[in-house]
Each structure stands twice: as C-alpha cells, then as structure tokens.
C-alpha cells in the first residue's frame, strides 16, 4: 500500500482521548468515532481487525462449526427465554418513520449475544445423543445499551465478538469440553494475538446459571477497568466481584470497654463523615443494611465502616435464592429509624443477622441506633450484644484484604477481559425444553456452555499492552503490514526508483508492505508517522542508506544497514515468531 | 468434515418452499429461516457465503480500500441528508426494556445503506485534490424493513452486502472511475462467481441523482424479480423501470369514424370490465390520469387501455421536478367527475396533455366522458379532438412493445439483480457540504458514485441458476467443499480404512472435503445428500471400487473408476477452471 494513497493519513498532533488505545487508534487513522461507543473501522484498523478475527477462527475451527447467526430476531426468541425485559443492555428496532411503520409496525430484538437464538436452532436440528456434542460459534457484531460507553474499543455500544455455544449430554461432558478443549484453545489464540505473556485466567461469576465460578481470560494492564486479586500461594486470580476475602485486623489501640451511649448525629450517614464526627477510626464504625428475601424473610448483613456488602456473597451465605434491599417502609418497621440509622442493637428476633469477618476483634465500636439521627458508640460484643456465632465473608473484596485460605494479602492487579468461558448448564435448555434422547431412548435434559473473546476489544487491548509515547507497537501477527518502509530524499530519481524496486520485491514475495512514498513531507514526520501506526519492521531507503537499506524494529533503539538478502532473513524470522 | 459431525444433517424430504433457492438451501441444512427474510447462515450455508465474500474482497480490494463502518448511528446522521424521514425502509434503534430505556433513551438508525455515514468520514480527512480519486467499501450486513421479504436470499430484511463508495474532484473523473474501473471489476467478480454468462448489464433509473442511467447487474434467471427489455439490434437491456417503449400498433378493423355518444357504464371503471361492457377491444379505451406538477399545475397522462403510467417519464417528458396524482377533489374540479371518468374532452384550457404514442392512430376510441359514470366513445382525432402536435412516452413498458430506436419487438427476461452501479454525483456532497480544495486553492464540490454487490442474495441467485431437481450444482469456486466423499460398506474395516486414508490423503493435498461416513445409512440416501448439497465432485469407495475410486461430477451423468493419481488430476482440473 501506497501512503500517498492510504484512506486517511495519519493525524500528526493529534489530540488525547481518554484512553491510550482511543488516542493512537485514531490519530493513526485506524478508526473513527462516529458516537459514544461506535466506531468506524478505516482501513489500517480494519486490516488488524480481521487479522484477529482470522486468528480466532483458525482457532475455533480446530473445536466448533461456523455459523453466521441474525441480528434482528422476532421479540418472541427472547420472550421464551424471560430475557426481554431483564437484560438491561437489550435493543429494539422498529420502523423509523411513519412510511416504513405503515409497512411493517412488527419490533425485533437486536442481539447483544445469542444464547436465545442458538438454542432453538440447536434443538430443531440436534436430538439424538449420537449427535453430541458438538460447537457452534459466529463472529459477528453485537450490540449493547451500553451506559457508559467509553475507552476507545474497550467497551462499546456495538462491537465485533466472537460467540462459540457447546451442547452436552451431561454436565461431566459439558465440564470436560470446557476445561480440555475451550481453555487450551483460548490460551493459543491469545498467545498468538500477542497477549499470551499478560492474559490470565480469572475465577468470576457463573451468573444465575451455576454454583461453580465462571473463568474470564484477563489481560493484566493499568487501564484495565476489572480489578484482579491474586492468591500468589494458590496461584488463583479472582475477579473482585467473587474475591473470597478476610479483612486485615484493626489496629485496635483501646484496651477496655467504654460505657456505651447514644450520641445524636443528625443527618450523619456516611462512614468517613461520620467517623470523623465521632473522632474513631473508619474501622469502628459498623454498616448494618437489611435485605428481603425470596420468602419475604429479613436478613440483616453487617460489615465494618469502609467495606461495602457483596449481593452475591450474601445471598450464598444465608442460603437466599434472591435477595434485595429493603424498601425504607420496611427499613422503619423493622428499627423504628429512618434508613441510615440502622444498627446491630434491638432488631426484630426474627430478623437474622450475618456479621461479616470485618466486624470481629474489635472493642468500642459504632452501630446505627435504630433511631433517626442517633449512633450508638461504645458497643461490645458479650456485654452488649451477644458474640456472634459465626463470621461470614459478605463483603466486596478490597485492596489490603487477605486470603481467607492462606491468610497472605492478595496482589492486585488491574486487567481487561479479552474473553470468558461460562459453564450454562441447563438455564437455556430448560427454559427452551432442549431434551435428547440417550441410548435407551431416554428423554434427557441439554447441558451447554457458552464462550465469548471480544475481538475490537482484543484490538484495543493490544493497543493498550503494547505502545509508547510515540505510538502503537504491534505484535507482527496482527499488525496493519509488516513492513513500514520510508523512502527519502524522493525527488532523486535514483533513489525514488530503488525504493520502488524494493516495494515492488518485498510484496512479490508476499510481505506485506507499507510504503511512505510521499513527496514533500519532512524524514521527522515521516519517522513519526511511522511510529504512531507501529508496524513492527521499519526499512529507510535514502541517499544516506547508499547500497543498503537501513533496519530498525519498531519496539528497538538501533538501527543498522543491511543488504536485500539480510533483510528478507530478518523479515522471514520477525513473521515466524 | 465429517459428516457425521455436520450441523445440521441434510432434511431428507423436505418441504418445498416458494423458490429453488429457499427449498434446496434449507433443506440442504445451509440456512435456517427464523423469521420471513431473515436467516441463520449454518456451517454449509457459512462456507459458501465466506467464499463468495472473500471472491468480492479480492476483486474489490483492486479498486478501493476496506473499511468497517458501523451498523448502528445517530439520527442526525440521516437527519442531515434529510433521508431519515424519506427512507421508506428504514429501521431505527431504542431500548428495548425499560431498564434499558432508563440507562440511554437515545434512538439511533440502523443503517440499510452507508452514502449518510461515509460522506463524513471522508469529508474529514480528505479535502485536498491530491487525495483524489478514492474508493472505500466495506461487506457487512445491511437492514431495511422490507415490505414483501420472500424467495429465500433473494429479498431479506437483514441481509449481506458490499457497498463501494467513490469521490472524485469532477463528473468526468466519476465517469471514467464508474465505466472503466468499477464496471470490470464487476463483471470480473460475477464471473468468478459462476455467474458470468448469465449476467448482463441493464441500464436502470438514475433516481434523483442523475439525469443518466444508473447499471445494474442481473442474472437471467426465470424466479428473477426484475423484468428486462432486451433491444437486440442494439445489445441493451433496460429494466422495465426506465425501457422506452413503443405500443404496438393496433389492429384497427374499423373503417370509418362512428358517431360519438356518451354512454352510461354506472360504476365501471377498470380497462377490462369497461371494454367488455362496451364490446370494444381493450386497446380503444383510453386512461386518462390527471398529475399535479410541484408549481401547482395540472397536467393529464394519457396513455390507451392496457398500460401503465411510467411516472419517471412523465416527469421528464412533462420536465416536471416532482409529480404526484391529484387528489379526489382536484380531479372533480378539473373535470367536473368522480375519478375514473377523467377523459381528453373538454378538459380545463390550462390542463396541459400528454399523448403516449399507443393512443395513436386509433379510429373511434373511448375516454372517459369528463361525467360520473359516463364514457364517450367514437371519439376521434380531427374530429372530435384536435389532433395531438405531438405523442410521447409516458408508459410502463409491456411485453409485446418495441424500442422506438430499432422498431423491433423487444425480447423480454426475468433477471435477479446482484449489483448496481450508480452515479451519485452531487447528491450526498452537496447535502452534506463536501468540498475539496483544487490546485488553484479554490473551493469545488465532489462528485460521488456508489456501487452495491448483495452478497447473501448472490449466493441464492447461484442456487436459482445451478440446481436440478435433486439439489444444488454450486461452481467449484463457491462450493461448501470440493469433494464429497461417499463410504460405503463402512462395516468393513478394510473398505472403512481406505475411505478413512484417502478423506486424510486429500486434506493433506489441501483439497477441501466433505466426507460422508455415517454408518447405518444407505447408499441411496447418501448419494441424494451428496446431490442435495451440491458439491461440485462426488468420490466413493465401496466395495465395488475395487482398488479405485468412483468419479463423478455432480453436473454430468456418466462415474468412472480412477486411480488416485487420476483423481488427484481431475480435483486440480477443477480448482482451476
């Protein structure tokens, strides 16, 4: 490719967006915003783009079939599965005029992923256990209501996606595809995008759809918007949203228990003001929020000032199927306050209390009084209330915390999730009556497993992982060309033709080449363009480069003059790495 | 591939659907229907559209750069080329639950065509004259809430497509681009297609962007939407929209003009009805439509019984701007009559008419009698109505007419388009205030043209073109596989192994195979399997095979016995053709 002719040319002082990956994509002409989470992909990014997907299909072939699901499906598909109105990031379309409403007032779903739509399908044509189990993945875009779309091609409203979705006939099949097929596969593909060095497994949620943890393949980097916590004796990273995790003990610096009393804080709620207001630390101060659940019981879950409460891990813990925040109403009739002013002291009997870990070994500490505008300070366990029976974890794991296993703080880590493999089990064959028909013509339920690897996202990544101050650095499997080359002094005719010839002999033995072949444009800013596109090999023909060509790796200092032949060598060895 | 392992299996006797391409499609298991235009490409159906794509991706990346622009945008985008209301296909995008509403209420346009979103984009970045000429595409899906979505891939509401855009700094370098760049780059992809002898280059309506033609490119096919009108002497073809046409004459048995009377027909207004009522033939009845011109004139389009009004050619005939029939009340006031008793007789002095040529000529005709529910026949030119000064072509060309150049009957064929070609000119750059900067630094608008291949309806316009009544005849290049290899006798261990080594032997070779090694499945129905899917080479080893192996092409009759290194000839043979 001819830079003269590249569709754009890169931006020079271009501005700063508020990502690394968003400032280099678009000022090297790799993409464009056309809003908030959309892009257009130009032609050096859609070059990357499909050199990515193209890795990731080589890889899902060797485990799955291709298909190439719809985007606009009837409302019903999504209805059947009870997804319409829960999926919080779901589109519809719907005719945008009155002409086109007139033709056909019908509204579709448009998919931000395709459980709801594969299932079906799955079942139409799959019924037979001689026909498990099989893989069946698409790479396509999805589109997302997304709320905060922002980071350049880290989180979108419409985004390139690979989807694969496997079937079983029982969940050891299920587990055993997963962790024997899908997980090696997806360490080899992003091992070949470049990102193998930084990309990590993760143990994260399995949503409504399993016990177990899911796994998301992370790649560790400073913008990363996930918060990881390593157990470095366990080797185990941990999503924060499912980090088990012990508090570090207090510094308790109070040898005895003080009288206990209510002390008036009027319109005081939050920990760090109220902390202050009563002169203790944070640590003594004690959060009580009360939650309902499924039977319209009322569970109290308490944590130390600081920490906040994780849903998830409560609703394990106190055995819940759902769980929600109490309404105020319920808030009042329960502690006789307004909400905010709830503590430990006088709760209904039936109300049970979860005291997390956080909450232990402390002497003197604050609660909510159960009456609006007071706290109660001073309070102790075996004196004012009884020691608790148990402490739990049901807190959101933070910097600082140990793990409950090993009783070492964790590493934190901050990283971007490229993929993710999901353990379904049964929620959508249940919900969609998959069955099959074992050897002794059995009907038998479906299990599946879903697995996702965000492609524009990998891309932004990439981008994140590997630049500097000047500019992109690409791994050379996935880079725009191979080869970036700069000819100078082009008004010399000499010159300007052997930078042709080579040009022309670099692509005639199939290297992908682009060419700066731009009159009147400075060696500075050409060099510079170089950089901010960041193709991984970068040749100079000048009249200073005389019978050679000048050398230089985007990611080396040094450069050196070699003849055609050590040129190719080296092309040959950068491509095969 | 095993096809043991294919999602799905062939559907043995499967329903027929409402085209060729839709039944063998779907029962050949390579797309699935989830709703009226709109498919799941499965792993077959994948294989041949990847194919077709990448054929286009080849060809097209000779004239122009790939890019990826987005799916979902901002209204404003087709706010500013004031289509967003024109548009009568198009769709728009919104929350589809409330939560997800309360997130981000914005409503967005899903794009079914991308002049909107590109003008922008290279109205950013390219304005000077030494970045022109330019061409950028993209193959991606397209959405458009398409009224009549049928015949398989044929008219979908989500459907694959390219889209090349082109800008150039005058008409001429536009025209030159459009007829000597993209026209065979066109004809070069359809040929690789498979599609080559049957398609043909018809002109067809410029729209408003254009006083020339725009071209399409359509394959003769007999399910074909399209009608062409094929001049012979003058090796064009016009779609119907745009043939000019010449009636033919009548054949006239009166001799001398009859008195002229008007005659009561209550209620009768369709051609057929009324000529039967009358005892005349259908070509002595006469439509008169009356049109308001866009500065408020009426004017009336005459055409005889049996045809049409070609709106398109009235307006340039009657070198209106816009056109559009007048309402109920203008007709009663210009004519004194309900509408459908609208005749030439005594119409308002300021009512210019337009005589279509094949009201010519005739002796004793009838119009309407400008009266409710009264006709006027024995009308005559001279007589009764002064003599036309001139006639015109206003008509919907009909089977029977001639190309008033040649005078010759035109040949009439059915045609499925598969790209178009179209001159924009100032259209998008003019709404959307696009310019370039020319050598003397003075401000020019740019001249655009935009050029469509659908490629999901290319793949269902091969199956309509290949098929017999056993299933597909895809050409070598579009294939799902190559080969379809057939085992038989597969209890045979011996006979199982050689099937087994020659499926390795072939891949290693780099030949695509589909390999049918189901157990328990007669010969029968694997040799109508292989017919159904289409492959373009069918291999069995059987028992009978001896140490050969049967040959066959799916488009011949006659298998022969051949040794491996003949069929590995003969695969080669194919792959090149």
């Known amino acids: 490719m001819l830079l003269s002719k590249l569709f754009p040319k890169p931006i020079k002082q271009g501005k700063k967006y508020d990502s690394p990956n968003a400032t280099y994509l678009i000022n090297g002409g790799f993409i464009d915003q056309i809003m908030a989470g959309v892009y257009s992909f130009l032609p050096l990014g859609n070059r990357v783009l499909s050199k990515i997907e193209n890795i990731v299909r080589e890889e899902m072939n060797k485990i799955g079939q291709e298909v190439f699901l719809p985007s606009i499906v009837p409302t019903k598909i999504w209805e059947d599965t009870k997804r319409i109105d829960s999926i919080d990031v779901l589109f519809q379309v719907t005719g945008a005029n009155e002409t086109s409403r007139k033709t056909n007032d019908a509204t579709y779903i448009l998919n931000c992923t395709h459980e709801d739509v594969i299932t079906p399908i799955a079942k139409k044509f799959n019924t037979s256990y001689k026909d498990f189990p099989f893989g069946l993945y698409q790479i396509q875009t999805k ?5 905060r779309a922002k980071s350049g091609l880290l989180r979108g ?14 969940e050891d099949d299920l587990q055993k595809y997963y962790h024997e097929v899908v997980k090696p596969a997806y360490i080899e593909t992003f091992r070949r995008l470049g990102l193998g060095e930084s990309t990590v497994i993760a143990l994260a949620s399995g949503g409504d759809f399993t016990e177990n943890f899911s796994h998301e393949f992370q790649t560790l980097c ?8 390593y157990s470095e004796k366990e080797y185990i990273y941990y999503n924060k949203e499912v980090a088990p995790s012990k508090a570090p003990k207090i510094d308790e610096t109070d040898k005895e228990m003080k009288p206990m009393e209510d002390v008036e804080g009027r319109g005081i709620i939050g920990v760090d003001e109220l902390a202050k207001y009563l002169k203790i630390p944070v640590e003594k101060t ?3 929020l009360l939650y309902e659940n499924e039977k319209g019981e009322i569970i109290a879950a308490v944590v130390r000032g600081g920490y906040d409460i994780n849903e998830d891990k409560l609703k394990k813990v106190s055995k819940s199927k759902k769980i929600k925040l109490t309404s105020a ?5 329960a502690t006789n306050a307004e909400v905010g002013y709830a503590g430990v002291l006088g709760l209904p009997k039936d109300v049970e209390i979860f005291w997390d870990d956080s909450t232990k070994d402390r002497l ?6 159960n009456k609006t505008n007071y706290h109660t300070i001073n309070v102790n366990f075996g004196r004012d209330i009884e020691n608790p029976k148990d402490f739990c974890d049901i807190k959101v794991a933070k910097e600082g915390d140990l793990d409950p296993k090993t009783g070492k703080v964790y590493k934190i880590f901050y990283a971007s999730e490229v993929g993710n493999i999901f353990p379904l089990n049964t929620k959508f064959s249940e919900a969609l009556d998959y069955y099959f028909t074992d050897e002794k013509g059995e009907r038998k339920i479906v299990y599946m497993g879903s697995y996702g ?5 990998a891309m932004g990544v990439i981008v994140e992982k590997f630049h500097d101050d000047r500019g992109i650095i690409w791994p050379a499997q996935v880079a725009p060309y191979l080869v970036h080359l700069i000819g100078l002094d082009l008004d010399n005719t000499e010159i300007k033709q052997k930078a042709t010839d080579l040009y022309d002999k670099l692509q005639d033995q199939g290297f992908e080449v682009l060419f700066d072949d731009r009159e009147g444009v400075s060696p500075g800013a050409k060099f510079a363009d170089a950089d901010l596109i960041g193709n991984p090999v970068r040749l100079v023909v000048s009249k200073r480069s005389g019978d050679k060509i000048e050398f230089k790796m985007r990611n080396e200092k040094k450069s050196e003059l070699l003849s055609y032949d050590e040129i190719i060598e080296k092309l040959i060895a950068c491509q095969t790495k």
Chains 1, 2 share one sequence.
């Open 286 to 288: 004690t959060k009580t």
């Open 222 to 229: 400073e913008s990363g918007e996930d918060t990881l916590f």
């Open 143 to 147: 589109f997302r209501n997304e709320p």
């Open 157 to 170: 409203r419409e985004f390139r996606m690979k989807d694969l979705y496997s079937f079983h006939t029982s």
């Open 453 to 457: 690897i965000g492609t524009s996202r």
């Open 364 to 369: 003197n500490f604050e609660t909510g009084a």
């Open 329 to 333: 109403q319920t808030v009042k009739k």
